[in-house]
């Protein structure tokens, strides 16, 4: 059940990508990642852009979690390795055709990578569990609470919004009525 439920995910996350922005083969070079301690014995990633033309993250959204940032484009290893052993993993053929996407599944949210040039990049991560915090709002919150968030979205229809800042986005899927299903924090495709 559990396996049917990431492949359909992942099938959603790979048509909605193609939707909104088309695919592309962005370049992540020049980025580095660091693994800092914090108080409390935990260990904060950031990710820095040392290329200004490196097609990464820049000035857009990112999601925390447990003093963690997840930020679309950037390296996956720093992350999952700060996350620990996921619940399930599923592997497949990328949906731009281009190596392998992953879906690691985690209690709270799931996270998607895909290969390019031989790194494993985050896709995104999903939240579907209401007692995560996205930047203020969970799901189950009624839409306008990501609008109070996020601005005014660059594509609205009422099963959902698409808020786009750099090269990342945050996409809310609604029920059609007045309730926020799912939270997905992705990378923008050129």
């Known amino acids: 059940m559990k396996r049917s439920r990431i492949v359909t995910t992942m099938a959603g996350l ?6 909104f922005a088309g695919c592309s083969s962005q370049e992540t070079s020049g980025q580095t990642a660091e693994a800092v301690k ?12 040392t290329a200004a033309d490196s097609g990464a993250v820049s000035g857009g959204y990112k999601f925390s979690y447990k003093g963690y940032d997840v930020v679309p484009g950037a390296p996956a290893g ?6 620990g052993d996921p619940e399930d993993v599923f ?23 895909y290969e390019e040039n031989g790194a494993e990049l985050i896709e995104g991560v999903e939240i579907e569990n209401p007692l995560i915090d996205c930047d203020g709002i969970h799901t189950g919150d009624k839409p306008d609470a990501a609008k109070a968030v996020f601005g005014t979205p660059s594509q609205e229809d009422v099963y959902g919004m698409l808020f786009v ?3 990342t986005a945050v996409q809310i899927t609604t029920d059609g009525a007045d309730k926020i299903l799912t939270i997905v924090y992705r990378r923008m495709v050129n």
């Open 78 to 83: 720093p992350v999952l390795d700060a996350f």
């Open 38 to 49: 914090i108080s409390g014995g935990q260990t904060q990633i950031a990710v820095e852009n």
């Open 14 to 19: 790979c048509l909605a990508a193609a939707v």
């Open 91 to 113: 592997q497949g053929a990328s949906c731009a055709g281009q190596g392998m996407s992953t879906v690691y599944t985690y209690p709270e949210f799931l996270i998607y990578t």
């Open 165 to 167: 800042s750099g090269d």
